[in-house]
């Protein structure tokens, strides 16, 4: 079992940043793939970023690439998705999620076996 808690959202202006955090608990944190999703009232999960167990590979959505950054800290625990240049396009709940093993990068929420409860990230314009 791996309990995830999300951090670090909250009111921005477009243009803003902010950056989450996702802190790890239980099995070892280095095993797992590391995500974060988004999702709106009404629609679907939406893949944003996602690393493997040990930062070495990653991958963007197309909307946020060049814009966000994923980052990890296996020593704490901790994955990190630095947002800049935020619009109000980002504007969702945001959750991590951690996928074993931690080689593939899926960009399915069906894939990934753990979940955090989100945090809201809101882009005023």
């Known amino acids: 079992q791996v309990q995830l808690v999300e951090s670090g959202g909250g009111l921005v202006q477009a243009g803003g940043s902010l950056k989450l955090t996702c802190a790890a608990s239980?099995?070892?944190?280095?095993?797992?793939?590391m995500g974060w999703f988004r999702q709106t009232p009404g629609k679907e999960r939406e893949f944003v970023s996602a690393l493997t167990w040990n930062g070495g590979k990653t991958h963007y959505a197309d909307s946020v690439k060049g814009r966000f950054t994923i980052s990890r800290d296996n020593a704490k625990n901790t994955v990190y998705l630095q947002m800049d240049s935020l619009t109000p396009e980002d504007t969702a709940v945001y959750y991590c999620?951690?996928?074993?093993?931690?080689?593939?990068?899926?960009?399915?929420?069906?894939?990934?076996?753990?979940w955090g409860q989100g945090t809201q990230v809101t882009v005023s314009s």
């Open positions: 239980g099995r070892p944190f280095s095993s797992y793939t």
């Open positions: 999620a951690a996928d074993f093993p931690g080689h593939q990068l899926p960009v399915e929420s069906a894939e990934y076996d753990y």
